[in-house]
């Protein structure tokens, strides 16, 4: 499962907004791994083999994303995205499953579970995209200025991206993850897909769900890299203080991508955090 080359979801589902390509492995009470973005499932593949003896774990692209289906003129906003990940729980029939979701994975999931009504029984937010403002400056100013992207040539177009990506991780991502991330993005075709992800990102629908987040009594932890370029750790704090069931871990070497700086430190967490009081 570690290499690009080995990570392939086998598995397909027709949604209302989409194909969704997903995978499962392990036995066990079922956990969801749901990705962010710029990246993809890929990113859970050196956590999923340290989960897969005490869990079954179910990983999938968001619409858009990966092997998912990826075109323009699809609805790849978070809050669309919920609602294909309450379509996805109720299509694999689980009842109450774990979750862990990465940037606005985390969003995705908070989302579906207090706007959507998916019930879940614990909820891990990895440097997760929650409280605004999480447009990170890099992403604002392509929001700002979708239609000069639009006309800039895919060389550059793809430097700029893969610039972006490198601040992503606190170590220097290995250059298979780094290709596996950079190439969904690549040509005429990835340009146009990335810029039509980044214009409907929108920090309303975090803001919807952000007055239920006091009185949320589902178990959360709270995951955090200690040198979060992206997402600064005072913003896990912040979320700690507003969760009533709420605790924090910081990896303290791990960036944005603290999965990819610390699998194992990121799987150790996970797994000790779902495995209390476990349920099927």
Do not use: C
């Not at 997903?22 to 973005?37: A, E, N, R």
């Amino acid at each position: 499962m570690t290499g690009t080359s080995n990570w392939r979801l086998r598995q397909r589902v027709g949604l209302s907004g989409g194909e969704v390509a997903y995978d499962v492995f392990g036995d066990g009470p079922s956990v969801i791994l749901v990705h962010g973005t710029p990246s993809r499932s890929y990113i859970w593949r050196n956590v999923v083999p340290k989960l897969v003896n005490r869990f079954t774990v179910y990983v999938f692209d968001l619409l858009g994303f990966g092997e998912s289906e990826r075109r323009e003129k699809l609805n790849v906003s978070i809050a669309a995205q919920a609602r294909l990940f309450a379509e996805l729980v109720e299509s694999w029939g689980l009842e109450a499953p774990a979750v862990a979701g990465h940037d606005i994975g985390g969003g995705i999931v908070l989302r579906a579970h207090l706007v959507e009504g998916v019930k879940l029984s614990r909820i891990a937010l990895a440097d997760a995209v929650v409280l605004r403002p999480w447009i990170t400056p890099t992403t604002r100013h392509v929001k700002a200025h979708v239609d000069v992207y639009r006309t800039m040539p895919t060389g550059s177009f793809e430097a700029i991206i893969a610039a972006h990506l490198r601040t992503a991780s606190y170590y220097q991502m290995d250059e298979e993850a780094f290709v596996a991330y950079l190439d969904q993005w690549r040509g005429e075709i990835g340009q146009k897909i990335y810029l039509q992800k980044d214009a409907q990102l929108d920090e309303e629908h975090t803001a919807e769900f952000e007055p239920l987040l006091r009185s949320m009594e589902t178990p959360v932890h709270l995951l955090w890299g200690g040198r979060d370029a992206w997402l600064d750790p005072t913003i896990a704090e912040r979320l700690r203080d507003l969760l009533p069931n709420a605790d924090l871990e910081l990896i303290p070497n791990a960036g944005h991508f603290s999965m990819e700086d610390d699998p194992e430190g990121v799987a150790n967490a996970l797994a000790r955090f779902f495995n209390r009081d476990r349920r099927t």
